[in-house]
């Protein structure tokens, strides 16, 4: 079903085509699980790192805009990850997607996504403003609707702030919102886990993404040796039936190292609505550019797709990033050193 569902995706893919990540490496507070680099903005270091960091995100993405024209490239998504870009306030939000909307052509993206993923830090003037500068698509990120397992994995809200959020994103104008669920979380059951995705569907989101939870060693799970038993995930993963009898079909799906029982990833999506740059950066269709610390540049040689990708690095931690930003801007060459080696014949 997936591969029926790709089929028309990767026959239409030219090239030339590439995507745009931009990272916000910031949350409000750090998820148990979490083994990215991202920074809490609750400590006043932290939040002093944040506006030079949008700053520098601006101009790194003036340089990726220069450099896609140079090459030739055509962009077709863009995606706002993180971290949590909600993070940043109302203002730098409004900094960063304006700047975005001046310096790219979005009425010629196929599509813009914004994560939107914790509701403690996304409220009524952040949807609007990421509905006001062109996202087409954002994600609101519950995990799990159980207040215990919430408190479990390090969240200070509760399902009702999701229920609320995802209201206030309806309200603001939102038509295509994904929510992202965890098989596998500290404390919860299969009956806990089959909940939560019926509230899921009854909010009726047009993409469920269903994760595998996955222990790295930089988690606090992990480290900190709380990681105890854990119940039958993949009997929570069975359950993900539901999703097909509520009209869902899955569009991608991937693995990764230390997923408990070795299990997957799925994105579901209803008809229509598939997210285009999680099917782009899954089959490695089309090169991706990458803003901001911890992003990492795929190029997809042209015509050679699921080829050998060449990868350029952004230094890993926002202050890295700051400190030594001519570094990441000298380091655009290599993207236009790459076509200029694929595309002459
Ligand atoms: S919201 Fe995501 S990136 Fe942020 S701490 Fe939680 S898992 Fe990590």
């Known amino acids: 079903g997936i591969a029926d569902l790709q089929r028309p995706v990767l026959d239409a893919a030219d090239p030339m085509d590439c995507s745009i990540y931009a990272g916000i490496p910031f949350c409000p507070t750090r998820c148990s699980y979490c083994s990215f680099v991202s920074r809490t903005v609750g400590d006043k270091a932290t939040r002093a790192l944040v506006q030079p960091y949008v700053d520098k995100l601006c101009r790194e993405l003036t340089a990726i805009r220069e450099t896609a024209d140079r090459c030739g490239l055509r962009i077709r998504t863009f995606y706002i990850g993180g971290g ?185 999506a209803k008809p229509g609505c598939e997210c285009l740059y999680n099917i782009y950066i899954m089959e490695e269709i089309h090169t991706i550019l990458s803003a901001g610390a911890g992003g990492s540049t795929k190029l997809v040689i042209p015509g050679q797709r699921r080829g050998k990708i060449e990868r350029i690095f952004n230094f890993k931690y926002p202050t890295e990033y700051i400190d030594r930003f001519e570094e990441i801007l000298a380091r655009k060459q290599g993207v236009e050193d790459f076509y200029a080696r694929y595309t002459t014949t």
């Open 84 to 268: 949590t870009p909600t993070a940043l306030s109302a203002a730098q939000l409004e900094q960063l997607m304006s700047h975005i909307a001046r310096t790219f052509d979005l009425a010629a993206l196929d599509e813009y996504t914004v994560e939107a993923g914790r509701p403690d830090c996304t409220d009524a003037e952040k949807l609007r403003i990421i509905k006001q500068y062109g996202a087409t698509r954002i994600s609101i990120n519950p995990q799990t609707f159980s207040d215990e397992v919430l408190r479990n994995i390090g969240r200070r809200h509760t399902a009702q702030d999701i229920i609320d959020c995802f209201a206030a994103a309806r309200a603001a104008g939102h038509t295509n919102i994904n929510m992202d669920l965890i098989a596998g979380l500290p404390g919860d059951t299969v009956e806990g886990f089959t909940a939560s995705l019926r509230q899921a569907i009854a909010l009726d989101p047009e993409n469920i993404t269903v994760h595998t939870l996955t222990l790295k060693r930089a988690s606090n799970l992990v480290v900190e040796h709380r990681a105890a038993a854990y119940d039958d995930v993949s009997a929570m993963l069975e359950s993900c039936r539901e999703l097909a009898d509520a009209g869902y079909r899955p569009y991608y799906m991937y693995r990764q190292k230390g997923t408990l029982q070795n299990l997957e990833n799925i994105g579901w």
